[in-house]
């Protein structure tokens, strides 16, 4: 059963700590994207990755990083540096990084930082 | 990055009435995308659009592009209690980052 799948599901941390968001995709999609959502806000871009091994700024990365080494896995790491971390987490895939292709999402993580 | 406008923020209607989201660039676009996230869901992909004045339907709801390629339209007929959600627009700029924009989105309440 193809898909993304995203964990877990809610996640809880203390302020000062970093945390890592999981995000897999078996689709072999080339392309990545961790977002956040805020409410009222729509999706804000974090960051993408168009290939294993690369990846770019998206409009909001400060206090935030990614690694893509692997083409199935693009994880994100919520660092202490990111001011406001309570969000909601979204990572999508897509067949390739341009605009035309769809971006399929994951169920996303809700993260509490207190 | 890209300027997109959704409006409006919220809708709320009775069940059967019709509703409207539309979606606004300063710029010319490449293209549009749709996407629907259900209360507590992740987004959904909806459609596609990529031609000058193009209309598409799914069912109730109609899809259109502006002639101008720097608007779009999301309508729904005869609304129904599963058509609540977030409706959000994702746009690509000619000539612009290939990465699209999303818009705020548009919340639609359906009242029964």
């Known amino acids: 059963d193809g898909g993304i799948t995203q964990s877990p599901k809610y996640l809880f941390r203390k302020e000062g700590q970093n945390v890592t968001l999981s995000c897999e995709q078996n689709l072999n999609h080339d392309a990545m994207y961790w977002y956040r959502q805020d409410p009222g806000q729509g999706l804000r871009l974090i960051y993408y990755s168009q290939i294993v091994n690369d990846f770019q700024k998206g409009d909001i990365a400060e206090g935030y990083s990614v690694s893509r080494e692997k083409k199935e896995s693009f994880p994100l790491t919520v660092t202490s540096a990111q001011k406001n971390p309570t969000a909601f987490y979204l990572c999508?895939?897509?067949?390739?990084?341009?605009?035309?292709?769809?971006?399929?999402f994951g169920p996303g993580t809700r993260l509490t930082v207190t | 990055g890209q300027q997109v406008m959704q409006i409006p923020q919220y809708q709320h209607v009775q069940e059967g009435e019709d509703f409207t989201t539309y979606c606004n660039s300063s710029t010319t676009l490449s293209n549009i995308q749709w996407y629907k996230q259900r209360p507590g869901g992740h987004p959904v992909f909806l459609i596609q659009?990529?031609?000058?004045?193009e209309v598409k339907k799914q069912k109730r709801l109609t899809f259109q592009f502006g002639e101008a390629k720097k608007n779009s339209s999301l309508h729904i007929t005869a609304t129904q209690t599963t058509d609540v959600g977030t409706y959000f627009c994702?746009?690509?700029?000619?000539?612009?980052?290939?990465?699209?924009?999303f818009g705020r989105g548009t919340s639609l309440i359906v009242h029964p």
């Open positions: 999508a895939s897509s067949l390739g990084a341009q605009g035309i292709y769809e971006q399929y």
């Open positions: 994702a746009l690509r700029a000619s000539g612009g980052s290939y990465i699209p924009t």
């Open positions: 659009l990529v031609k000058s004045g």
